[in-house]
Nanobody
Framework: QVQLVESGGGLVQAGGSLRLSCAAS????????MGWYRQTPGNQRELVAR???????NYADSVKGRFTISRDNAKNRVYLQMNDLKPEDTAVYYC??????????WGQGTQVTVSS
């Protein structure tokens, strides 16, 4: 039910920059962690960068100092600023979110009666 659309990829020379964007849509009441992963042919999808709801971040060692992940909670978007790109950064980049998709459920209730 949650849809994620990545954009911003393209062809760039070594040393160049790109800014990836991911927009989440659907019935979303909040988003916890958000992250960027990448995958190349013959390899498993690997974490590039992650950002928690409180703003904490972590990065793959290979991109530290070059990539920056950020989020816009009001727009349900996450970004990845990629600087000083290297040929080894070539991959398909995927967005991932941990979304809150429910307001929760109500119990049936239990009667409390106070007599006098």
């Amino acid at each position: 039910q949650v849809q994620l659309v990545e954009s911003g990829g393209g062809l760039v020379q070594a040393g160049g920059s790109l800014r990836l964007s991911c927009a989440a849509s659907g019935i979303i009441y909040g988003i916890n962690a958000m992250g960027w992963y990448r995958q190349t042919p013959g390899n498993q999808r690997e974490l590039v960068a992650r950002i928690g709801s409180g703003g904490s971040t972590n990065y793959a060692d290979s991109v530290k100092g070059r990539f920056t992940i950020s989020r816009d909670n009001a727009k349900n978007r996450v970004y990845l600023q990629m600087n000083d790109l290297k040929p080894e950064d070539t991959a398909v980049y995927y967005c991932h979110v941990l979304a809150i998709v429910s307001r929760g459920n109500w119990g049936q209730g239990t009667q409390v009666t106070v007599s006098s």
